[in-house]
């Protein structure tokens, strides 16, 4: 299985951005799916997740600003972040989980400036 993150840069915060993860060499629908990000400085965090046949779970931090997503045709997951804040800037990281394997991407960049 692999995993290809891309769409992070550079937003004025207030800003948007969408990040896509393409999965590869595996069926998507049986994975839980999750972005984690590491802050500067900081260890690795969840950010969102969608299990496989469950609903999406968001940190706190996140909720109502943020949205995981899946296309299944194009094995693709999304993640939505509106109203970013420079809080919201580090390395965002696509994950894959089907236990007990996981699977991760190298990681977008993603700066929110203040």
């Known amino acids: 299985v692999q995993l290809q993150a891309s769409g992070g840069g550079l937003v004025q915060a207030g800003g948007s951005l969408r990040l896509s993860c393409t999965v590869s060499?595996?069926?998507?629908?049986?994975?839980?799916m999750a972005w984690y990000r590491q802050p500067p400085g900081k260890q690795r965090e969840l950010v969102a997740s969608?299990?496989?046949?469950?609903?999406?779970n968001y940190a706190d931090s996140v909720k109502g600003r943020f949205t995981i997503s899946r296309d299944y045709v194009r094995k693709m997951v999304f993640l939505q972040m509106n109203s970013l804040r420079p809080e919201d800037t580090g390395v965002y990281y696509c994950?894959?989980?089907?236990?007990?394997?996981?699977?991760w991407g190298q990681g977008t960049q993603v700066t929110v400036s203040s």
């Open positions: 994950h894959a989980r089907l236990a007990p394997y996981d699977y």
């Open positions: 969608f299990p496989s046949g469950g609903s999406t």
């Open positions: 060499g595996g069926i998507l629908s049986t994975f839980t």
